[in-house]
Every structure is written in structure tokens, then in C-alpha cells.
């Protein structure tokens, strides 16, 4: 091989390197001890999924990643770099994105206004004429308001809307949740084309079956705490077991 193609390759431990890792994760809303020793990894360019009953501490642990927690303790490294003394304006820059699950939408703005809101927190987010792409339903409603469009429109806005700052790591909470099945599809479909692109990712998802067509680990959350984890190859022979942590 070339000196040149050589160079340009990582080195080994960078490139085994997990992007975000997280080890003895607490959390606090308030006095409410809630998050109880997390602690997982997410190498570059994967999909995980959190899976867990309801309260088991999913979407706190999104909300610890990105900061927006009123207290958390332990560590969260992304890209190598501790985060957890930085305010969540500051972890934004470092390159992670937040879609939450009630989307975030303003009502009285049109679609063009709440996808240009965001301002671009560091290089490589993608283009309006990439983002079209992936969501050709946004731009046939650019001038339509926030509160014209359906709930799946609602949820393509509220993800293409990150994609534009230069996120890398988008953190989805409950990206399917309440919508149609054929535009749960589209947003399954739109995850594994991101994830060609090279983006990180981490669902907080109730529907497993669709987790297991896009993930490639599972998480399950219990009592504020990472308490297994499921490869999406072996799904299939623990689907007892994760029924029974998710009490199906």
C-alpha cells in the first residue's frame, strides 16, 4: 500500500476508540435521585438503542449526554473528550444533537423558519438540497406552518433540523412514537441512510421491532441503570429475555 494511503488511515486505537463513552452516569432532576450508574459505549458510526419499561431512566440518560439535566455526575467522554462540566451549548459544538420527543416544533413558524432556525454549530452539517432529499415532503410544505403539518412531518422537521448544525451523534427520542406505519418505514429508512453517511446514533425506542431493523446493539435500561445488552444478530434467540425486561 502507498506511504500516502497509509497516512490517512487512522491509527489503530483511534479507530477502535468508542466515540461516546459513559462510565458511572448519575443523575438528579431536582432531589430525585434518578440515573444510577450508566454506563455503555458507542462506536463511530453505530446505531443503539435504549430499551426499557416506562421511568426506567431512557430518556433522562439523553438528556444527561446532552447536559440539559439540572444535575449529573460521572463521565461522559465523546470523541475522547469529557463533557460533563460543560454547559449543553458547548456539547452542541463538540458535534452531538438532540431531537426530543415532543419535536420542539414552533407552531407559528413556517417549516422554512424552523429548519433554518438552529444556527450551524460546527462544519459538515448537511445542505438544505441533501436534507430535501432525505425528507421530499418538507419541501413541498416549506411555507406551510409548523401547526399544518402531521406528526410524521413534524418528527422529519424536527431531525432534519439537527442534521443542518453538524451534529454527528443524534441522540432520537421515540422517533416513531404515535406514527403511521408506512412513515415509521420512512424514518427507518432515513436512520439507515444516515448511517451510511457515517452518523452516530442513539434511539430511545418502546417498538423494538423497529429498533431490531435499524440497531445494531441494544441497551436495556432498568432502575436507572445499563442492566444488558443485546446485539441485533441475537435478538432473535434472547427474545424471552427482553420481553421479560420489558415486561411484555
Same mark, same amino acid.
Given at each position: 500500500?502507498?506511504? &500516502?494511503?497509509?497516512? $490517512?488511515?487512522?491509527a489503530? &486505537?483511534?479507530a477502535?476508540a468508542p466515540?461516546?463513552?459513559? $462510565?458511572?452516569l448519575?443523575?438528579w432532576?431536582?432531589?430525585?435521585?434518578?440515573?444510577h450508574?450508566?454506563t455503555? $459505549?458507542? +462506536?463511530?458510526?453505530?446505531?443503539?438503542t435504549?430499551?426499557?419499561?416506562?421511568g426506567?431512566?431512557?430518556?433522562?440518560?439523553?438528556?444527561a449526554?446532552m447536559?440539559?439535566l439540572?444535575?449529573?455526575?460521572? #463521565?461522559?467522554?465523546?470523541n475522547?473528550?469529557?463533557?460533563?462540566?460543560?454547559p449543553?451549548r458547548a456539547?452542541a459544538?463538540?458535534g452531538?444533537g438532540y431531537v426530543p420527543?415532543?419535536?420542539g416544533i414552533?407552531s #407559528?413558524?413556517t417549516?422554512?423558519?424552523?429548519?433554518?432556525?438552529?444556527?450551524?454549530v460546527?462544519?459538515?452539517g448537511?445542505?438544505?438540497e441533501?436534507?430535501?432529499? /432525505?425528507?421530499p415532503?418538507l419541501?413541498?410544505r416549506l411555507?406551510s406552518q409548523?401547526t399544518?403539518? #402531521?406528526?410524521?412531518?413534524?418528527q422529519?422537521l424536527?431531525?432534519?433540523?439537527i442534521l443542518?448544525?453538524?451534529a454527528k451523534l443524534l441522540?432520537?427520542d421515540e422517533?416513531?412514537?404515535?406514527? &403511521?406505519?408506512?412513515?415509521?418505514q420512512?424514518?427507518?429508512?432515513?436512520?439507515? +441512510?444516515?448511517?451510511?453517511?457515517g452518523f452516530t446514533m442513539i434511539l430511545?425506542e418502546?417498538?423494538?421491532?423497529?429498533a431490531? #431493523?435499524?440497531?445494531? +446493539?441494544?441497551?436495556i435500561v432498568?432502575?436507572?441503570?445499563?442492566a444488558d445488552?443485546?446485539?441485533n444478530e441475537?435478538?432473535?434467540a434472547?427474545?424471552?429475555? /427482553?420481553?421479560?425486561y420489558?415486561?411484555?
Amino acid at each position: 500500500m502507498p506511504e &500516502a494511503a497509509l497516512a $490517512d488511515r487512522p491509527a489503530p &486505537a483511534e479507530a477502535a476508540a468508542p466515540l461516546l463513552s459513559i $462510565d458511572g452516569l448519575q443523575g438528579w432532576y431536582g432531589e430525585s435521585h434518578v440515573l444510577h450508574g450508566v454506563t455503555f $459505549d458507542v +462506536r463511530r458510526g453505530e446505531v443503539v438503542t435504549l430499551l426499557g419499561r416506562n421511568g426506567a431512566g431512557k430518556t433522562t440518560t439523553l438528556k444527561a449526554i446532552m447536559g440539559i439535566l439540572g444535575k449529573r455526575a460521572g #463521565s461522559v467522554k465523546f470523541n475522547g473528550r469529557e463533557t460533563i462540566g460543560l454547559p449543553a451549548r458547548a456539547i452542541a459544538r463538540l458535534g452531538i444533537g438532540y431531537v426530543p420527543e415532543e419535536r420542539g416544533i414552533f407552531s #407559528s413558524l413556517t417549516v422554512e423558519e424552523n429548519l433554518m432556525l438552529p444556527p450551524q454549530v460546527r462544519p459538515g452539517g448537511l445542505p438544505v438540497e441533501r436534507i430535501f432529499q /432525505l425528507f421530499p415532503n418538507l419541501q413541498e410544505r416549506l411555507s406551510s406552518q409548523g401547526t399544518k403539518l #402531521s406528526g410524521g412531518e413534524q418528527q422529519m422537521l424536527s431531525i432534519a433540523r439537527i442534521l443542518r448544525t453538524g451534529a454527528k451523534l443524534l441522540l432520537l427520542d421515540e422517533p416513531t412514537e404515535g406514527l &403511521a406505519p408506512v412513515i415509521v418505514q420512512q424514518i427507518g429508512a432515513t436512520i439507515a +441512510r444516515l448511517k451510511q453517511e457515517g452518523f452516530t446514533m442513539i434511539l430511545v425506542e418502546q417498538n423494538f421491532r423497529f429498533a431490531s #431493523s435499524v440497531a445494531d +446493539r441494544h441497551f436495556i435500561v432498568e432502575q436507572g441503570k445499563v442492566a444488558d445488552m443485546i446485539p441485533n444478530e441475537e435478538l432473535d434467540a434472547n427474545i424471552d429475555k /427482553l420481553h421479560a425486561y420489558l415486561g411484555v
